[in-house]
């Protein structure tokens, strides 16, 4: 044994990663600590022994940009008591505002922008940096291959980044850049790699994702649809979701795969706004109400039982009563399953930004009954489980002694007595009780 061989191993150096805002920035997450890992660092729960402190930010409203610098002023004194604490910034705020945060906050020492994460090891090593390019480069590509280590049972997997739409409200274009597809290959190798670390739902993501349009093994470009039935031969995997989709993007092709296709879940989340036709022109939505209730039939037809949930704005410049009036018209002929709906947030560098503001009192009095209309919907959707048999699809063991936590197909989460059962299982559950967050129910026979 040469004295190498028998030096201990330096201990791991730990990461600790908070990760805000939507899905693309969890899997941004996930992937940012592969690759650390192979820099040798681990992950921990645990901010305050950690190495490496790295924040994965969201700039879509105002308040979820304030909680960076929140964070941040909280992280002073144990940066101030360990002065070798890395501190790392990273996604959507690290694109908006790059340097800034440096000078605002110089406890960071490095700011990464979301399409440049590849490049964190190297600037790590390197100490203190800034970098909101948008290379050339694919970051996907150029990021270490993850180990071949467990995955849970459920798992993102991001197929297109960037949105060309520009709403005028959002500030995804100027953050993530311009619309990207990864090529089939590409995603066909990932995917395997992860159904064969133990996944059995994947959740295919991108700001657009039923726009994807990639190219294809022979040079020929694909459509969403196809990518999702040629997903779905994967033997090994069983479920497919994909979010977020934009109206203007569901081709008769994607619309026939959730006929078709038993592993794509009937469940659809496609973000409205609006149900005013003068709103959503002035929001750059390009469609009108009608052409959206329209395609929620032609779905419908397509796939019966299929849950929809959607995204709300309210509040957005120059809505009146009438204008606000029609989105609550608008969410009673659809009936969601649930839907997010937000107070307008006025995001500097957008279309929107120097419009004139409705008044804070009336935003807040639509929102709520708004909210109030929805929760009454997402009830009434989760009562009209009980009774039904759904597949559930087990991700960690429940508070109780032989009870299982899984998500529905309708991605409710479920409880069931099931001592025999572990965590990857996909069962058949006849659901017996509705909560106000979660459905319980027992193994169908
Ligand atoms: N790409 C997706 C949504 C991205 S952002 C889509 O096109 O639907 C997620 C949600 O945040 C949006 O659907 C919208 O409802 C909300 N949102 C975006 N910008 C906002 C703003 N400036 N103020 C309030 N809500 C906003
Ligand atoms: Fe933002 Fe609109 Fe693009 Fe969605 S489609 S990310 S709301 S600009
Ligand atoms: Fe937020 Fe960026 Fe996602 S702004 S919603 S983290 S794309």
Not at 54 to 61: A, F, K, Y
Not at 228 to 236: M, N, T, V
Not at 253 to 275: C, F, N, T
Not at 279 to 293: E, G, S, W
Request: charged content about 25%; some cysteine.
């Amino acid at each position: 044994m040469s004295d190498q061989d028998s030096a201990p191993a330096p201990a791991a150096k730990k990461l600790f990663i908070k990760t805000y805002g939507c899905q693309m920035n969890v899997y941004d997450s996930q992937r940012m600590a592969e690759a650390m890992g192979a820099e040798g660092y681990v992950l921990t729960e645990n901010q305050s022994d950690a190495d490496m402190v790295l924040l994965n930010t969201c700039h879509i409203r105002e308040k979820a940009a304030e909680k960076l610098y929140s964070d941040l002023g909280r992280l002073k004194p144990l940066k101030a008591e360990r002065p070798d604490l890395k501190i790392g910034v990273a996604g959507c705020v690290a694109q908006a505002e790059g340097g800034e945060i440096q000078r605002r906050m110089p406890i960071v020492d490095l700011v990464v922008g979301p399409q440049a994460y590849h490049r964190l090891p190297a600037m790590v090593r390197a100490g203190r940096g800034v970098d909101t390019e948008f290379p050339a480069e694919d970051k996907f590509e150029h990021l270490p291959k993850p180990a071949a280590t467990r995955r849970a049972p459920a798992a993102f997997l991001t197929v297109q980044e960037g949105c060309d739409k520009f709403c005028a409200f959002c500030v995804v274009p100027y953050t993530r850049g311009a619309e990207v597809s990864r090529p089939v290959a590409r995603i066909l190798a990932e995917a395997r790699d992860l159904v064969g670390r133990g996944v059995r739902e994947i959740t295919l993501l991108g700001q657009n994702v039923n726009g994807w349009h990639g190219e294809g093994p022979e040079g020929a470009e694909w459509g969403f649809g196809r990518l999702i039935r040629a997903i779905a031969e994967i033997d090994g995997l069983d479920r497919i979701r994909y979010t977020t989709s934009h109206p203007n993007d569901m081709a008769d092709d994607l619309i026939a795969a959730h006929r078709d296709e038993p592993k794509l879940m009937p469940y659809l989340h496609l973000p409205v706004q609006s149900g005013s036709d003068r709103i959503l022109k002035a929001m750059n939505r390009r469609h009108t109400v009608a052409q959206y209730l329209r395609l929620i039939e032609r779905i419908r037809e397509a796939r019966p039982d299929i849950m929809l949930t959607s995204d709300f704005i309210v509040g957005f410049p120059g809505e009146t009563d009438r204008d606000h009036q029609d989105t609550l018209d608008l969410v009673r002929a659809v009936n969601f399953g649930t839907a997010f709906s937000f107070k307008y947030s006025p995001r500097p560098g957008t279309p929107a930004y120097e419009r004139p503001e409705v008044e804070g009192a009336v935003a807040d009095a639509r929102l709520q009954e708004l909210q109030a209309l929805l929760s009454s919907q997402q009830k009434a959707a989760q009562q009209g489980m009980v009774g039904r048999e759904l597949g559930v699809l087990f991700e960690k063991p429940g508070r109780n002694p032989g009870q299982m936590v899984g998500k529905s197909d309708y991605l409710h989460a479920v409880f069931v007595e099931a001592p025999q059962a572990k965590v990857g299982d996909l069962v058949r559950v006849r659901i017996t009780h509705s909560a106000p967050n979660s459905l319980a129910g027992v193994l169908a026979a």
